[in-house]
């Protein structure tokens, strides 16, 4: 399948990663349905700040993924959904998991069942590495097993449980996607990526982190965006989840080191009782094995750490990027 001049859908457009694959998607040739939560401030998330020529290519559907009608609604006369909408925060799935099952799980749901209904050509769902839990060997290949160590994991190990019921079950073209650790522009300030660089151009005088020692494979944004387009064009991908990552780690206290080195700025780091997960919800280790992502498609990450870092700390030293934040686009 070649998405250019394919009407597609992406649920979640309003997000940090949405956003990034409207703008891919666009430049790639697809007709662009963005599909954002609505809200009574009339505000189209990170959309608001893409750039014009972009969004004047762009139709916005505003609804809710929880709503079945508004989904189909939503679907009707489409070629591809590609489904990023979602609850992402963990700390807040402790106190609220009822809202992530709600979201994740019944969203997943209805995404499936109008896309079965719709007969759509493909369906793409967003799985995350946090469904893999600790992990138990690494590389980790899709076949390691899930382990649900907060509400957030479990909610999403349901989804993508439902999105490959479907394809067995029914036969829909179904993909799930599974990126590790995405970072760039536009990052929730809720990830450690952004609460470190936030905190080291605040002027703090102490870095304020959870843990120290758990590592992280990180995949720059725009690899993540050119991933979901190469395995939602894949043919060989259809009922398969397949992982998106570097194939490195790195420990959170090591990625402080690098940033404050990017940022120029060298400060003690603290780690806080606020920060800190329960001790059997926290993820000590991701690290993916990428190998069927590249023996499917021709996706490969294009940018070190370094290089996307760097590109991250420049996005956010200007204030106007920084504007989203104090309107709350933290999606």
Known sequence: MNLAGKKVVVTGADGFIGSHLVEELVAHGSRVTAFCYYNSFNSWGWLDTVAPEVMSEVEVFMGDVRDSNGVRTALKDTDVVMHLAALIGIPFSYHSPDSYVDTNVKGTLNVLQAGRDLELERIVVTSTSEVYGTAL??????????????????????????????????GLPVTIVRPFNTYGPRQSARAVIPTIITQLMGGVEELHLGSLNPTRDLTYVADSAAGFIALAECDAAVGRDVNLGVGDEITIGDLAAMLMEITGRTVPIVSTDERLRPDKSEVERLLSDNSLARELTSWSPRYSLREGLERTVEWFADDRNRQGYKLGYTI
Request: aromatic share 14%.
């Open 137 to 170: 060997y690494v590389p980790i290949d899709e076949k390691h097993p899930r382990q649900g160590q907060s509400p957030y994991s479990a909610s999403k190990i349901g989804a993508d449980a439902m999105a490959e019921s479907f394809y067995r079950s029914f």
